[in-house]
């Protein structure tokens, strides 16, 4: 599955000249932690989250009044202060280094991407243009989406391939059968993990609808 399956395309986006408080005020009424900044032309400048705007109010905040401070209060920069808040627009708030995917890339890489890079969405970009979000209710809703039919060679071809790819799945030990979009495993194994492992390449495969599992637990001596 593609992210042009299951991103938002209807994406809410603000000019670079958007003020702060107007940002604010638009995450709050449209109930979203975060908005894209974009030129004339949509191309994607940067993203300003509920964080940023967080970050900017933290370091505009105001010492606590006191008699000292009283003494030595400065107007300049009470009022740069303020100017931070009230006067900052989108670009100065946002975030530059936006990671970002194409429609083209798997849910699974994009899914990747969020999680390492801790991000609660990806903007989806061609050419630079802003073309939809990818959140991570997106990719919530994407497992939830049928999995498309398959033939019963297909789903063979690509259980064979998964279980030679990897090097402790005991290919020559492990044989596998699929009738009507069911895979049943036979042969051996030597530890529970790697039947578990098992089964989850045989339930990955699109077009799965059943997986038995008919393993024999066994000690097998390492591949030389």
Same mark, same amino acid.
């Given at each position: 599955?593609?992210?042009?399956?299951?991103?938002?395309?209807?994406?809410?986006?603000?000019? &670079?000249?958007?003020?702060?408080?107007?940002?604010?005020?638009?995450?709050?009424?449209?109930?979203?932690?975060?908005?894209?900044?974009? =030129?004339?032309?949509?191309? *994607?400048?940067?993203?300003?989250?509920?964080?940023?705007?967080?970050?900017?109010?933290?370091?505009?905040?105001?010492?606590?009044?006191?008699? #000292?401070?009283?003494?030595?209060?400065?107007?300049?920069?009470?009022?740069?202060?303020? !100017?931070?808040?009230?006067? &900052?627009? &989108?670009?100065?708030?946002?975030?530059?280094?936006?990671?970002?995917?194409?429609?083209?890339?798997?849910?699974?890489? !994009?899914?990747?991407?969020?999680?390492?890079?801790?991000?609660?969405?990806?903007?989806?970009?061609? =050419?630079?243009?802003?073309?939809?979000?990818?959140?991570? !209710? @997106?990719?919530?809703?994407?497992?939830?989406?049928?999995?498309?039919? !398959?033939?019963?060679?297909?789903?063979?071809?690509?259980?064979?391939?998964?279980?030679?790819? *990897?090097?402790?799945?005991?290919?020559?030990?492990?044989? #596998?059968?699929?009738? =009507?979009?069911?895979?049943?495993?036979?042969?051996?194994?030597?530890?529970?993990?790697?039947?578990?492992? *098992?089964?989850?390449?045989? &339930?990955?495969?699109?077009?799965?609808?059943?997986?038995? @599992?008919?393993?024999? =637990?066994?000690? *097998?001596?390492?591949?030389?």
């Amino acid at each position: 599955m593609k992210v042009r399956d299951v991103m938002t395309r209807k994406v809410v986006s603000v000019p &670079a000249d958007t003020p702060a408080m107007a940002v604010a005020r638009l995450l709050a009424e449209r109930g979203i932690s975060a908005v894209p900044v974009t =030129d004339r032309w949509g191309m *994607l400048l940067g993203i300003v989250s509920e964080a940023d705007l967080i970050r900017r109010l933290a370091s505009s905040d105001p010492p606590e009044p006191g008699f #000292f401070r009283a003494l030595f209060y400065n107007r300049e920069q009470a009022a740069a202060r303020y !100017a931070a808040v009230h006067g &900052a627009t &989108a670009e100065d708030l946002m975030t530059r280094a936006v990671v970002t995917v194409t429609e083209e890339v798997t849910v699974e890489h !994009a899914a990747s991407l969020i999680e390492s890079h801790k991000v609660r969405r990806l903007p989806v970009v061609q =050419d630079g243009v802003l073309v939809g979000i990818l959140s991570r !209710a @997106d990719l919530l809703r994407a497992l939830l989406v049928p999995p498309p039919e !398959a033939s019963d060679e297909t789903i063979r071809a690509a259980v064979a391939a998964e279980v030679a790819r *990897l090097p402790w799945a005991d290919a020559p030990y492990v044989f #596998f059968d699929v009738e =009507d979009a069911v895979v049943t495993l036979y042969g051996f194994c030597h530890s529970a993990a790697v039947r578990k492992g *098992l089964e989850a390449i045989a &339930a990955g495969v699109p077009g799965v609808r059943r997986v038995e @599992d008919r393993i024999t =637990d066994a000690a *097998l001596r390492a591949r030389a």
